[in-house]
């Protein structure tokens, strides 16, 4: 058989294991195949949380340790953990593992993602975040692009050339080194808060470009290398053409997601929709996803290791930069959970709570909570509490978690001091 002739038959072979995903079989002497073409909204909600790691046994929860094995496992399961700076309770790229996984010891963590040998680093891949080193070339494209003198940062380096002479000179002699280690006149805040300083600007225009990379974070300042200096060279080294590139995102974005229509996919990575759609129609010929109808939404892509579990039994607080509900139009339309973070809205304006967390239930979002970890006096403050309207909370577990949380941070103890429909009751079954 020839190549062309075995490549078309293995393709073949799995589109037709695709069709044949979640088939119902029955009968005892034969098999009866129903193509899954449409799905219910409840089972594409189960679908998604499943391929997230929802609905799985939560090790930290039940006395078990999680080591290595698990973080590692989960986070290629997500391919991506969002990083963000505010820690009024916990940095955002530590709370989807705790949701999945329960209570776990975030230095073993930390040495897998910043350590000197980390197998991971980080990109501009949806926003600021961790991924694994290898899918590092798969960003090249938009990398180059970013050089481009139609993009902001094509302009800056531009208009400062020398700048980023210097920083590449300098980081060959001293790195890895962070921003303020880096000696120079220019290198002095213009401002509050993200008043960056030139040589900082220079620092994160160059990992943009992806000529600088991370090389680990102390307090969560970023530690700054020449790529060549912490990623192995066959991974600098690899070029990966657009097409082919966007065209993995899209494959992995649609295994991380389960199932998903054309923008939740492209949201996945902040890719286009025009380039998430072509991608899927090659991945659709391939057998990688199965076109399927949900009720209520538009076209929508299962991909075809997706399970369609009968029921999630799960209860987590979910960061506002989780995968389940990063996409806001997608968590109204799967939870019809309407969600906007309040960070940047004046205290007098906050509906809700400065960091509000989504309460999952199984597979239903069923309040908000605002969380501040008051590390001076040892106390898990919950500055708010919210129940969904209609929503029946189980009050019982949502204390278990809410005493795993602070248990989890050191906390000594859990005091409700904030407004909202749900925390007179938390605040009874609690005791605080």
């Not at 530690?223 to 991974?235: N, R």
């Not at 076109?291 to 299962?302: D, F, K, T």
């Not at 189980?394 to 204390?399: G, M, Q, T």
Request: overall charge positive.
């Amino acid at each position: 058989m020839n190549g062309k002739r075995t490549a078309a038959v293995h393709g073949a072979l799995r589109l037709l294991e695709a069709r044949l995903l979640h088939a119902r079989l029955s009968g005892r002497l034969g098999i009866v195949v129903h193509v899954v073409d449409s799905v219910s909204a409840a089972q594409a909600r189960r679908i998604a949380l499943a391929a997230q790691g929802f609905g799985r046994q939560e090790s930290g929860r039940q006395g078990r340790q999680v080591g290595t094995r698990q973080l590692n496992q989960l986070i290629r399961r997500l391919g991506v953990l969002q990083l963000d700076s505010v820690n009024v309770f916990e940095r955002s790229h530590y709370l989807p593992v705790f949701a999945r996984l329960g209570a776990y010891d975030r230095s073993i963590l930390d040495t897998l993602t910043f350590g000197a040998r980390s197998r991971y680093t980080e990109a501009w891949a949806h926003q600021a975040a961790i991924i694994p080193i290898e899918s590092w070339p798969l960003w090249r494209w938009a990398m180059d692009e970013r050089r481009e003198p139609t993009n902001t940062w094509g302009r800056w380096a531009e208009a400062h050339a020398p700048m980023l002479d210097f920083l590449r000179t300098e980081l060959a002699e001293k790195g890895p080194v962070p921003a303020g280690k880096i000696e120079h006149e220019a290198n002095a805040r213009t401002g509050p808060w993200w008043g960056w300083s030139d040589v900082k600007t220079g620092l994160e225009c160059l990992f943009m470009f992806g000529e600088v990379v991370a090389a680990g974070r102390t307090r969560f300042e970023r530690t700054y290398a020449l790529a060549e200096q912490c990623l192995p060279s066959e991974i600098v080294g690899r070029i990966i053409p657009k097409r082919d590139a966007t065209r993995e995102l899209v494959r992995s974005g649609a295994e991380a997601l389960g199932i998903g229509t054309v923008r939740d996919i492209a949201d996945y990575w902040r890719l286009s929709q025009a380039v998430t759609k072509t991608a899927l129609g090659e991945l659709v010929d391939s057998g990688d996803v199965l076109p399927v109808r949900v009720e209520g939404w538009q076209q929508a892509y299962l991909h075809r290791d997706a399970r369609i579990p009968r029921r999630i039994d799960h209860l987590a607080l979910l960061s506002p930069f989780d995968p389940i509900v990063w996409e806001r139009a997608r968590a109204l339309r799967m939870f019809d959970f309407h969600y906007r973070i309040e960070i940047y809205t004046p205290a007098a304006k906050r509906i809700f709570g400065y960091y509000t967390l989504p309460l999952l239930q199984d597979d239903a979002i069923v309040g908000r909570i605002d969380l501040k970890t008051d590390r001076q006096n040892s106390v898990l403050l919950v500055q708010s509490a919210w129940r969904e309207t209609g929503a029946s909370i189980d009050l019982d577990r949502v204390a278990v978690l809410l005493r795993d949380t602070a248990a989890w941070q050191g906390m000594d103890g859990i005091s409700v001091v904030g407004r909202g429909d749900l925390s007179a009751d938390l605040a009874g079954v609690l005791g605080a």
